[in-house]
């Protein structure tokens, strides 16, 4: 069969993207309640998503802030990362994962990544470790929790802050618990291709009420209204202190009600990327020429992203021709992540380009594929099809 981006027909006439929020009717009523109520932000949205998220994360304490960025960086503002510092990171994660340690002005040190799980590994972690680190950001990639008794382990006998990086993992669980009870801190990202959305928004979870209250310092302008404050001041009831050079995350009353809707329907958005993740696995595990991420628990996974490294030695191809390729068949393919230290900015920072090779060669051969709950039955097998279609002809060429 002719692909399409040779002239042939197309899979599907229309794209097909790899991530979008599926909102219902419950949640725009829940807005639009919002809308028409006294409070737009700093109401009482923000605090019952808080608690709904900590019913969600089995964790005692979380902060909502701004965005999944502006989580990590009021994690790291709390766990103290200073001018000096280092922090372990995943080089295969979106840029914020390593930024939040440069707003600081701490330094990234990138750990290379296991090559089944991409998560990063706790051995090349170990290796990194030196008398100026002071933290480990550790992200769980598409979904995947990283090996975090590990990592608990080398955090305890080091004496680091474990921050988890679960922009894309929330609802899973790592041994029977849930993502957020178990790290020093762990960051949330509820950006519209995750799980679940607020459009914009993010939130902090800690199992430590002190490491919480520097987290909502922090995350609102470093400004406390504590009624402690307000017995013993000179003032009066609108007394407030700024204890630290804090910021305005606040997410705001509009954002936390589509996150309350947004939550009570996780256990449906789990079960529905679960169901296409494991027809996926299936229609691929015959495939040599690819793998997909291997997950040991993917009953307690609810997976963000699924990826696909395709071996294009055997293919002889390369991914850039693939991922044109599946584009032209109408699968709006992605790519999750260029390394960051990759990124030209961390490259002129002097990062060495070779120091990850796991991480590289996941990147040149990793190709995205659509997953979100807005998929039909109909949709994930183009996508399969898509797939064999263009190994097929690749196959076929080198004959």
Avoid at 356 to 362: S, T
Wanted: charged share 25%.
């Amino acid at each position: 069969m002719e692909l399409a981006i040779d002239g042939g027909r197309p899979v599907r006439e229309s794209l097909l993207g790899y991530g979008r929020q599926s909102i219902s009717d419950a949640d725009i009523q829940a807005v639009t309640d919002v809308l028409k109520s006294d409070y737009l932000t700093c109401g009482p949205a923000v605090e019952r998503f808080e608690d709904d998220l900590k019913r969600a994360t089995g964790a005692p304490f979380v902060t909502s802030v701004a965005n999944g960025t502006a989580a990590l960086h009021v994690a790291c503002l709390a766990a103290g990362i200073k001018p000096g510092d280092e922090v372990i990171v995943s080089p295969i994660t979106f840029a914020a994962s390593a930024n939040c340690v440069l707003y600081c002005g701490g330094t990234p040190v990138f750990a290379d990544i296991d090559p089944d799980t991409w998560n990063i590994s706790p051995e090349r972690v170990k290796e990194k470790i030196t008398s100026q680190t002071k933290a480990i950001v550790a992200v769980d990639f598409g979904g995947v929790p990283v090996d975090l008794d590990a990592l608990r382990a080398l955090c305890d006998e080091h004496d680091l802050v474990l921050i988890e990086d679960a922009a894309h993992s929330l609802g899973s669980f790592y041994q029977r618990h849930p993502v957020g009870s178990i790290a020093d801190m762990t960051a949330f990202s509820f950006h519209p291709v995750k799980t679940v959305t607020t459009a914009e928004g993010g939130a902090v979870a800690t199992i430590d009420e002190g490491l919480a209250q520097r987290i909502a310092l922090f995350s609102k302008h470093g400004i406390t209204r504590e009624e402690s404050l307000m017995e013993r001041s000179p003032h009066g009831g609108w007394y407030y202190e700024q204890l630290e050079l804090g910021y305005n995350y606040r997410l705001s009353d509009i954002q936390a009600a589509l996150g309350i809707s947004q939550l009570a329907r996780l256990p449906e958005f789990a079960a529905r990327r679960r169901n296409i993740v494991a027809g996926y696995n299936k229609a691929f595990s015959d495939i040599s020429e690819v793998q997909f991420q291997y997950d040991p628990h993917p009953d307690e996974t609810v997976r963000h992203l699924y990826c696909l490294e395709f071996d294009t030695d055997a293919l002889g191809t390369t991914r850039r021709f693939i991922f044109n390729a599946l584009r032209a068949e109408g699968i709006g393919v992605n790519v999750h992540y260029l390394p960051v230290y990759q990124l030209p900015f961390y490259e002129h920072l002097g990062y060495d380009q070779d120091a990850c090779p796991n991480a590289n060669h996941y990147y040149d051969r990793a190709i995205t594929l659509p997953l979100h709950c807005c998929m039909s039955d109909e949709d994930v097998a183009d996508v399969v099809e898509a797939v064999r279609k263009i190994v097929s002809a690749c196959k076929k060429e080198r004959q």
